[in-house]
Structures are given as C-alpha cells and as structure tokens.
C-alpha cells in the first residue's frame, strides 16, 4: 500500500535536505552580484539579478529550462562576452573588485573559474596529461616532480586518485562516465582556481556514479567557492548551502537550502520543487 502524501507536507516528505543545508556566517563573500541584466540581442534573458555567492559554500541554482541560471554562470566568469550581440547591466563583484574594471583582464579573471560541462569531455589524451595540461600553459608547474605531485594532489581532490593511480597513461576517454566527469573536475582544480561552475554536472551519470561527484563536491567545498546548476532537486538539496531559484529570467527566492526546500516563499519556488511543472 502506497503511503498518501497530502499537497501540505509534499516538500518535507519527498526531500531529502543534506547535513549542511544553511549558510555558515563564518564564510566570507565570494561574488556579489547586483542588478544584473542580460540581453541577446533583443531578448532579455535576466531581469535585475541581485546575489550573494560564498566561499566554501556550494549555491545551487534551480529553475526551469531556460530560465537564465547557465546565462548568469556565464556572467560570472565573462564567457558570455565572446558571443555576438550581447549586453549585461549592473555589477558583479568578485572578492570586492568589479570584474569588468579596467584593471582586469578577461583571461586572468576566467583562469579564476573552473568550469565542470554537463557532459564529460576529457581531452582525447592520457589522464596524467589532461591533468597537467592546464598547469603546464600557465606555467603553475616547471619540473616532472612539481607536475607529479599537482596530478596526485587534483586527482586526490576529485576522488579518482585511488582509482587511476596505476591508469596514469591511459586515455582518459577509457574511463567510466562518473570517472570521466571527475577527471574534469581534476583538470578544473588543476589551474589553482577560486570558484568552480558545475553546469548539470551529474545529468549524464547514473546514480552510483552522482553519489561518487556528490561525495566529491562536499569534500572540494572545503576549499573552493562552488556554484552548481541541477534540475534535479534531491540533488540540490543534498549538495548545497543556499539555493537559488529562477523563473523566466527572475530570481524569484534565494536562502539557505533548508529553509528554500521545506518552507519555500514563493508560489513558482514551491511548484516547481514539488514537482507540478519543470
């Protein structure tokens, strides 16, 4: 017999908020982002977006398909400017300092982001050398000892040292799927990075492989900044601090996770995490 799950306690019955669901105010702001608007050509894909983003916290962002949660991850480390016709108002600020001041240099401030796509996509190379690569350009390592030791320790972080240690010069597109999607998490800590943007990280794997990467993400907050995007609530409930969610280019609520996913404010936050649309 099926247990009967009223409308009332939906949220609280069916989600499962992980260990560290609210915002520790001990950690120090990363990103402050204000009035932020964002156009492709004519269509306005974010409508004045203002957010706090904390170090050693993971923020998750939620909301229907398009909605503008990867537009916003894009604002953050200015990837979006290499597309044509495109324009953002407002401000965004990273450890106080306007990333668009003219003291900052587009590619210095993206070498501060790490990037983890939806798909693993290793470079059709050894592991050893999708690692390395990244420290190798921009000269964080000069000898075999140094590039040895950066290996170890980002494969360490990602989870996969164990597991690859004696698979150094193997392609690394002949690992599993959640094998691949933490070796680009390595390859993402591998240039000494502040913030580290998971877009979907985990839709391509299945559910051993996203306990693996959500094992993972828990340990990397530690040290680093995170902003994840999921449509998959449990998940976010389980991984992150605050959450974030997005509704036809609003932010329509942001709070701590516990509170966002047991007792949403907003009519659309609620529907959306109980499942009636998305």
Known sequence: MQDIVTEKNLVDYKLHVGENPIHDDVHELKIRIENVGF???????LKDISLDIFN?????????????KTTLLRCLNRTNEIIPDVRMSGRISLDGEDIFSEEIEATALRRRFGWVAQKPNPFPWSVYHNVAYGA????????????????????????????VKDRLREPGTSLSGGQQQRLCV??????????????????ALDPHATAHLEAMIESLREKYCIVIITHNMQQAARVSQRTAFFHLGELLEVGDTKDVFVNPQNDHCRDYITGRYG
């Open 39 to 45: 156009w492709y050509g004519e269509k306005q894909a």
């Open 56 to 68: 050693q916290e993971v923020t998750a962002f939620i909301g229907p398909s398009g909605c503008g």
């Open 136 to 163: 190798r350009l921009h000269g964080l390592v000069a000898t075999r000892q140094e590039t040895d030791e950066l290996v170890q320790s980002c494969l360490e972080r990602a989870g996969l040292w164990d597991e």
């Open 186 to 203: 390595a390859r993402a800590v591998s240039t000494k990075p502040d913030i580290i943007l998971m877009d979907e990280p985990a839709s």
